[in-house]
């Protein structure tokens, strides 16, 4: 099942992405079709009216732009609505109100972030609906962005490119070889499939983590609010989604509920997923132990899904 269906991905106004470099935080040009002064855009929080919105979608700038690769740059980005105005009524969801995700084209590179991981949310941030972390991506070349978010129980998803100039380049092309056991910081997970991947139907699958050397644990903890995320892409990085650790009636969940803490690792944690088309896909499970919660682990797994 998707938990994160897009509601109105890539129906909002064609301002994102780089057309908007450099004009994002420039005020005025944003805000054309709102009342009030651009700094004020956007309800106060807890106003019974905020702004209309039918469509949405994420404006982007970076400091410097673009970027290059391998330095940190300042990352800001705004959810605004069919008429730009600042969506001012954006819901907490998994313990973030925007999620970002980063994908290389070569399907080397990802990154999961939050401005949350840096700083705290001010109300200025979410009367804007403007949110900045610094980012920092190894590769030049293209970059597949995910943006999930929710506002009015909607679980809602923007999809962008970003492009990284410099040196070192990603590869020419992704290693699509599928795997079924990923070994990273001294982590190892193993998946099994326990309903086939076939496009359009339900697919599950299993993923069993122990210390690379093979012993077992039991203090994964809940990170973002799930015992477990798993966020896939296409081969092609023109599609992706992000679903979570399976639990009971997990397709009634709104944007504003608490998943349950039901895995520790110590036993295989499950999924379930339906993939929309035939292909190679690449997932990414993501999770934390009590042992370092500052550590989030991103275990890569390649598979192909049948049509
Ligand atoms: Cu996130």
Redesign the pocket.
Known sequence: MLTHSPVTAHAGPVLAGPVLAGLLLAGPLLFGGCTGSPGDSGPPIGDSAPCDATAYDVLWSTDPSPMSAGAEAQYTQQVVDQDGCAVGNLQQN???F????FVSSDLSSFT???QEDFVEVTSDNLRTATFSFPLTLPLSGRYFTMF?YAAKDQWLQTDDDLTVTGEPAQAASPDLVPNTTATADGMTATIVWTAPAIATYEAGWEVALTLADGTAIDDVTPW?GADA?CVVVDAATTWGS?THAWFPDMGGMTPTMDMPHLYDGSAPIPFVFTFPAAGTYKMWIQYTRSADPSLVYAMPFVFTVAG
Do not use: A, E, G, K
């Not at 925007?98 to 995700?101: A, E, F, P």
């Open positions: 998994h313990d973030r925007v999620h970002s995700i999961h972030t939050h999930d973002l995320h992000h």
